[in-house]
Every structure is written in C-alpha cells, then in structure tokens.
C-alpha cells in the first residue's frame, strides 16, 4: 500500500486509478501543475 500526501491529505491507496482520482479531486481545477502531479503519480504506478 503506498502513502501519499495531496495538499496535506494523507490517502493510503492500493490501487493506482483511485489514487489519481483521489489526487486530482483535492486539486483546483484551474492549477494545472497539482494535476500534472497527479499524473506523474499515476504512470509511476502504472509499471
């Protein structure tokens, strides 16, 4: 299980896609580096 902090949200998330919705529903969507994180997040997973 891994450990992420979204804007000081701790999440404990086995499952890559609900990690990427859990990160990109605590971002505004207006900010898009919080989303690109959010992405970069998901494709680290994705191996």
């Known amino acids: 299980m891994k450990n992420y902090d979204f804007q000081e949200k701790h999440f404990q998330i086995s499952d890559p ?3 990427y919705f859990e990160c990109i529903t605590s971002c ?15 494709k680290r997973n994705d191996n």
Not at 29 to 34: I, K, L
Request: hydrophobic content about 35%; proline content about 0%; overall charge negative.
């Open 28 to 42: 505004d969507m207006r900010d898009g580096r919080c989303i690109s994180r959010c992405v970069e997040i998901l």
């Open 17 to 19: 896609i609900e990690s």
